[in-house]
T-cell receptor, first 112, second 109 residues
């Protein structure tokens, strides 16, 4: 069974600093890895999807990398802003059956 | 564009009462649909998924059930709620990439 871990559970940075969020998974045979953002009391917003044949994806200030051999994905957020404060979740699809295994998330606070 | 709706947004129910949460998707046909539960401080747990009308797969044994009476409608139900059913329930659709609804906060008292 796929286990997904996100460390640290919480992170606080000053505005303008680059953010590095980590996601590790136990089964390297993953098909897709998806990063989400969740604001308090809200649903999940999809940020980036990395398919197994890809090593990274970029959208604006966000960049996500995938290293299947080491069981890791990293989400980079450049030049953080207070509006980036949220919980970031990663999820892995290990069986190509679209069933996602989620990490518990990293809660980010960007201080103005 | 596709839109996913969930209602109600919040719900407070006593132990032993029934439950019905509804999810509908607009702008797509025959989507894969999912119910997840998020407990405080924990990751999302997949409860049910459906690949078509009347086709439901359960991931976790529990006192909840799901139904898909129409192509873009997914319902989560219980005959008798337990305290442990409290949580944030999220509906999603998609395949390689999944898209989530706004969620229902359920508190069982």
């Amino acid at each position: 069974k796929q286990e997904v871990t996100q460390i640290p559970a919480a992170l606080s940075v000053p505005e303008g600093e680059n953010l590095v969020l980590n996601c590790s998974f136990t089964d390297s045979a993953i098909y897709n890895l998806q990063w989400f953002r969740q604001d308090p009391g809200k649903g999940l917003t999809s940020l980036l999807l990395i398919q197994s044949s890809q090593r990274e994806q970029t959208s604006g200030r966000l960049n996500a990398s995938l290293d299947k051999s080491s069981g890791r994905s990293t989400l980079y957020i450049a030049a953080s802003q207070p509006g980036d404060s949220a919980t970031y979740l990663c999820a892995a699809d290990s069986s190509n059956d679209y069933k996602l295994s989620f990490g518990a998330g990293t809660t980010v606070t960007v201080r103005a | 564009s596709q839109t996913i709706h969930q209602w109600p947004a919040t719900l407070v129910q006593p132990v032993g009462s029934p439950l019905s949460l509804e999810c509908t998707v607009e702008g797509t046909s025959n989507p894969n649909l999912y119910w997840y539960r998020q407990a405080a401080g924990r990751g999302l747990q997949l409860l049910f998924y459906s690949v078509g009308i009347g086709q439901i797969s359960s991931e976790v044994p529990q006192n909840l059930s799901a139904s898909r009476p129409q192509d873009r409608q997914f319902i989560l139900s219980s005959k008798k709620l337990l305290l442990s059913d409290s949580g944030f329930y999220l509906c999603a659709w998609g395949e390689y990439e999944q898209y989530f609804g706004p969620g229902t906060r359920l508190t069982v008292t």
